[in-house]
């Protein structure tokens, strides 16, 4: 069984490497095309880097890889249990329900630190590309063409693209099947399914020894012992690099039986499936649907505007924070849809990747925006032409710092501040702060940086790109946006640096009643 079952792993992981790199290229691809390397000096390039690569956009090309590969896995090793057990009421659905709520979570409190690695890996390539260019007497220009074709071609960034990948697909793959055996309803075991061949890590080459792991085999809701080290699954991210790095190994599922040769069941011996899942380090939401449910009825009643599926929304994403719709007299609608953040026509539309961690956040964003398109100050241009004398706290509040940003005196030391940003980490500060989360604390430095870029054009600052800042008042309405999430949600990174320009956005959502 373990032999077969290798040699369709080994096949398996080949494709899902393939995929994987392809996914992290375009990313990588895509970050360094929304670079302005025409616009850098010798002395900002660095600054420029740092403020463009976008963790946002590595987490989510992890994301997507989990996705991809995760349930594909998932519904492989689905079919092999159901092959032992021989129950037909065991299907996918579970895995496909278990492994999407908790992926979010998993990616936030695993893969942060790697995350943090992957891009500044990527920096520092971006780096040596100019540094390069700018030793053999090239200017900026040059660089910045000579880097538009390098985009463009096949290899960019290619080789470390496939690295990354090879390491994640195993920890995808070997995560889903663990969540995928997780919810058979049966006791399950592990067992260890080394590479075996000349690229097997194993002592005295190695510190860590995977050859010699090759069938071990323990309880599903327990850690191998890995050359001293607790993985839960080979590839798994609490694991130290030289233990996880490139490896190819992978987890067969066994049905657990009793002496007598029979499947052991969970609800026959009373042990909690549940409890397997936390186990293996996720931060599990708990439901909590009854209890919320007068308030949901109360919702229902008293506004038309929510969501008719919104008891659904709550049932799928687990922690769907009620508290959001507290603000609002007029609530807007909400879908669920594959596209990024957005506010049209009256609905708020986001991404399942930013559900359940970020979801009264993005909709307290984008409804900021709404806010703006219904007082119709867009179209009438406060900023250009005539002024609104509704309008006029915000015009206010936006010109006080805006010129005090842009202020020749105090434009550099903006500058440094938020440029230096990038390189304080969760660990470093986001915890001295008051986080619980990486995931939280880079969507505040994102927010903050993007305030600034709203104020600057991005000349200081950045986010959503400098063509973005060319429509009509765009940097008005971001800014409301942001002084939205203030106001309702908090930020307690801006709020630590610029308690001043925080406070002002503050009351200038107060004096507007913009809790429209």
Known sequence: MI???????????????????????????????????????????????????NKEMIF??????????????????GVQINKQIKQKDFTVDGFLNEFKRTLINFLVNNEGNRITTVRQSYIQYLTQIIAKGVEEGKTLSMIATDMEKLIKSRNFYRWQALRIARTETTAAS?????????VSGVLMDKVWVSALDARTRQEPESRFDHYHMNQVR???EEAFNVSGEKLMFPGDPKGSGGNVINCRCSVAQVVRRNADGNIMRIEDVGAPVRNIIPNIGINRIIRNIDLDKNKIDEILATNQNVPKNIVDL???????????????????????????????????SMNKQTLPSLTNKVYIHESGHFVADSRGWIKRGIFKGEKDKAAKPLDDIFSKWKKDILNKNNRKKYWDEINGISYQSFETLGRKLGYTNSREFIDDIGALKDTFGALTKERIGGGHGVSYYKKVNSQWHEFIAHAYENRFKGNKLFKSMYREMYDDMIKMVDELNLNY
């Open 60 to 77: 989510d090309s992890y994301v997507k890889v989990y996705e991809e590969i995760g349930v594909k896995h998932g519904k492989r090793v």
């Open 218 to 220: 323990v309880p599903l």
């Open 314 to 348: 709550i049932d799928d994403f687990d922690g769907f924070d009620l508290s959001m719709f507290d603000h609002f007299k007029k609530l807007q609608k909400l879908n669920i849809k594959k596209v990024h953040a957005n506010h049209m026509g009256g609905i708020v």
């Open 174 to 182: 070997n995560y889903a099947a663990t969540v995928s055996s997780s």
């Open 3 to 53: 032999r077969q079952y290798r040699k369709q792993w080994l096949r398996w992981h080949r494709g899902y490497e393939r995929t994987a790199a392809v996914i992290f290229q375009r990313t990588f691809k895509d970050i360094a095309k929304n670079i302005p390397f025409d616009r850098m000096s010798v002395g900002t390039y660095k600054a420029y880097l740092i403020t463009y690569v």
